[in-house]
C-alpha cells in the first residue's frame, strides 16, 4: 500500500502562486510516477502533470504548461507542484496520485487539497 497526503491548497488572486505537496509513505519504492489532477465542481478529474518517481521526466498538461512546475524531493518522499501565473480556472480540488506501473493508471489517491482563484 502507498498513502498520499496533500497540503498546501488555499486562496489566492489571479496571478498569485501556491505551492501543494504531496507526501508519499508506505510502499514507496513500487510507485512509477505520481501525478497531480485536478477536479473543478460538476467537471469530470483533468491530468495536469506528473514526474517518475526517478524524477528523470515530468508531463504537463497544455493548460499549465509554463505555468507549474512539478519537482520531487527524492530523500523526503514529497512530490511538489508549484504553481504560478495562477487563473480563475484553476480553481478546483487537486489531487496527488500514483501510478504502480503506468503513467495515467492511478492505483493510490490522496484526500485532496481545494484551490481557489479569485478574480
Known amino acids: 500500500q502507498v498513502q498520499l497526503v496533500e497540503s498546501g491548497g488555499g486562496l489566492v488572486q489571479a496571478g498569485g502562486s501556491l505551492r501543494l505537496s504531496c507526501a508519499a509513505s508506505?510502499?514507496?519504492?513500487?510507485?512509477?510516477?505520481i501525478s497531480w489532477v485536478r477536479q473543478a465542481p460538476g467537471k469530470e478529474r483533468d491530468f495536469v502533470a506528473a514526474i517518475t518517481w526517478t524524477g528523470d521526466s515530468t508531463y504537463y498538461a497544455d493548460s499549465v504548461k509554463g505555468r507549474f512546475t512539478v519537482i520531487r524531493d527524492n530523500p523526503n518522499n514529497m512530490v511538489y507542484l508549484q504553481m504560478n501565473s495562477l487563473k480563475p480556472e484553476d480553481t478546483a480540488a487537486y489531487y496527488c496520485?500514483?501510478?504502480?506501473?503506468?503513467?495515467?493508471?492511478?492505483?493510490?489517491w490522496g484526500q485532496g487539497t481545494q484551490v481557489t482563484v479569485s478574480s
Open positions: 496520485a500514483a501510478s504502480i506501473t503506468t503513467l495515467y493508471e492511478y492505483d493510490y
Open positions: 508506505g510502499r514507496t519504492f513500487s510507485i512509477y510516477s
